[in-house]
């Protein structure tokens, strides 16, 4: 019966495909033994290669045996075993957590590195249906969303490599049924009776009492609550995917969101599709609620310049139309000091970018210029070195088409250029006088007209990897 049952289950979430090789991971007690049972009974018409791996905590005085126990059956059932002895109380003071979480960092540290000794591509744990109804009852009392109520999925994929969980559709008396049936030797962890710990108080106390005065199946209430918000948060997922997709865009180390985009979003979306750019971009496990909300709050305001400081040296603020994710340590980074323009030749920049500068006469080029391109009326062009820099205070600017001179920084807030990419923007200049804004605009003086004979040509790029250019999208480089 409980073979039955694991196999559908097994094909329903296709959890193993035919030639896998898995990592078990074995403690010893009924779960993890009743798994590898199963899945050795599967080896043949799977065509499946399995290593057994149980690590050692050395909290209690029976860990040992344990370790003898499963050593045992794996070479019972002709099995590779893998075996590590951990010192968690060490452990836990080394990484300031609990013990119970010291013990789940140790576990998983250990089942990654014996997946990639094998070459495995999936690690099968034991959790089952009553583990499955302890987590989301455990969720809902420390508050949680969809997420949380799905609990733990059938699978996932962490650390490079797929979790699965074969068992939870099989209740723990079932497990033990099986054990029973099959004469498998298991071992009783006794720290599972104390109540120190949360979740075990919750298995002997609280399910328990619900159980008799409020709903004698209550874990298969809660195991079908999972299930169905599981449902809910595969849809939702791909949803944020997509949204974010859409509305987002990396560039330079930063991260760029359409914020009229996402405000237009329903809520049910805003918050996961900024998960999405903090998880592919920026390690985000500090990233509470509470901090998305604030994200959230500053995009609905909307006003340029406000920001919020995150967890992991990280920054938000809007800028326009945008809101923008990025590192602390980029913002305001050092400018630019003046770099002699090579004329003819490419003039190289710190970050990756460069100036190549050319002469031709004006009927050899053509027109009208690319928007990273800049045609100058070399003759008209001041006799002081022409060099590349950053903007500094007090800056005046002639742009092109304009009635005169005007300060540089009015002239950027009125392209919208946002604040922090100001300091970060290539100035050509002859002197202290701005010739070209690269990218961006030209100074009027030094326009091309019918009068001009030879052109000094600029053109703003990107170095590729492989050592070729990249235009410079800008606006208006004329």
Known sequence: ?????????????????????????????????????????????????????????????????????????????????????????????????????????ARYEFLFEVARKYKASKIALGHHLDDQAETVLLNIIRGTGVDGLAGMLPKRTRGGFQLVRPLLCLRRNEIELYCLDNSLKTFTDSSNLETNYTRNRL?????????????????????????????????????????????????????????????????????????QALNRHFVSKYISRLHIEQLLDIAARGKTGTSVTLPGDLKAYCSYTKLILTFKSRIGKAKLTALPLKIPGTTYLPGGFAVK??????????????????????????????????????????????????????????????????????????????????????????????????????????IKRNGNLNIVNGKGGR
Not at 50 to 74: C, F, M, Q, T, W
Request: hydrophobic share 40%; with cysteine.
């Open 357 to 462: 500068a050319n002469i031709f006469s004006r009927h050899e080029l053509t027109w009208p210029p690319k928007s990273y391109q800049a045609y100058l009326d070399l003759d008209q062009i001041p006799d002081a070195p022409l060099t590349v820099q950053s903007r500094w205070p007090g800056a005046r600017f002639y742009p092109q088409g304009s009635s005169g001179r005007k300060k540089l920084k009015d002239f950027l807030i009125d392209k919208k250029i946002p604040a922090e990419r100001r300091n970060a923007l290539h100035l050509v200049t002859a002197g202290e006088d701005i010739i070209w804004l690269a990218g961006i605009r030209i100074a009027h003086p030094y326009r091309v007209t019918e009068k001009t004979e030879n052109v000094l040509r600029l053109e703003y790029s990107l």
């Open 203 to 275: 298995r002997l106390n609280l399910i328990p009492h619900l159980e008799d005065y409020y709903n004698p199946r209550i874990r298969e209430a809660l195991f079908s609550l999972a299930s169905l918000a599981a449902d809910d948060r595969r849809l939702l997922h791909g949803l944020a995917v997509k949204n974010y997709l859409k509305l987002s865009r990396f560039q330079s180390g930063k991260i760029l969101i359409d914020r009229p985009g996402l405000m237009a979003l329903p809520p049910a979306l805003k918050g996961r599709v900024l998960r």
């Open 1 to 105: 019966m409980q073979l039955v049952k694991v196999k559908k289950f097994i094909r329903k979430h296709r959890l193993i495909n035919k030639g896998d090789t898995i990592v078990v991971a074995v403690s010893g007690g009924p779960d993890s033994t009743c798994l590898l049972h199963l899945l050795s009974s599967f080896r043949e018409e799977l065509d499946l290669k399995l290593i057994v791996a149980h690590l050692n905590h050395g909290l209690r005085p029976e860990a040992g045996d344990e370790a003898l126990g499963v050593e045992k059956i794996s070479r019972f059932l002709a099995i590779p075993f893998e075996t590590r002895e951990v010192n968690i109380k060490s452990y836990k003071k080394e990484l300031g957590v609990s013990e119970e979480e010291a013990g789940r960092r």
